[in-house]
């Protein structure tokens, strides 16, 4: 009989703690505020010169002529003449004057942009967002208040409740 009940109760003992880590509750909540900020994508021109024709004779070429690493190139003018006269002609001369080097960006204005943007010939530009009211707060239940900013900026809420049952 001691053995017998010497075995039920280990066997109570055993029941009891496995039951008492059997249940879990988390509960847990996050905020995230963004504000998106500015950003220009700019690709410098280069200079280009180009010259064709029939009939046409060339005392001296045009071209472009490089002055520095930072300044564009300078163009230079040909000369031309016809090969021979009373013959048809055509001529064509082609110049484009490619972008200064520019080394660095203006700073950041209060609005999310920049105020006066580095421009190259290729240019893509994309305006920053602003805080402007932007706020959130949890309180100690967990419940969040979140307040709408201004434009490119987002604000997340997320409350998350988890509850394990384990046997």
């Given amino acids: ?6 075995a039920f109760g280990m066997v109570l003992m055993s029941a009891s ?16 505020l963004t504000v998106e900020g500015p950003a ?5 021109s280069g200079s280009s010169y180009a ?11 045009g071209g472009l002529t490089g002055s520095s690493a930072t300044a564009p190139a300078t163009v230079s003018a040909g000369t031309y003449g016809i090969a021979t006269d009373g013959q048809a002609f055509s001529f064509s001369e082609a110049q484009y004057v490619g972008d200064t080097v520019v080394t ?10 920049f ?3 580095n421009l190259y010939g290729d240019t893509t530009t994309q ?4 805080a402007g009211s932007l706020a959130a707060t949890i309180d100690t239940t967990g419940a969040m208040t979140i307040t709408a900013g201004g434009s490119g900026s987002t604000a997340t809420g997320q409350f998350v409740s988890e509850i394990s049952v384990m046997n």
């Fill in 40 to 44: 220009v994508q700019s690709v410098r």
């Fill in 104 to 113: 660095s960006q203006t700073q950041l204005s209060n609005a999310g942009r």
């Fill in 17 to 32: 703690s496995a039951s008492a880590g059997g249940l879990t509750s988390r509960l847990s909540s996050s905020v995230q």
């Fill in 1 to 6: 009989m001691k053995k017998a009940l010497l």
């Fill in 115 to 117: 105020d006066t943007p």
């Fill in 51 to 61: 010259v064709s024709g029939d009939n046409i004779s060339v005392t001296a070429l």
């Fill in 127 to 130: 305006a920053g967002g602003y």
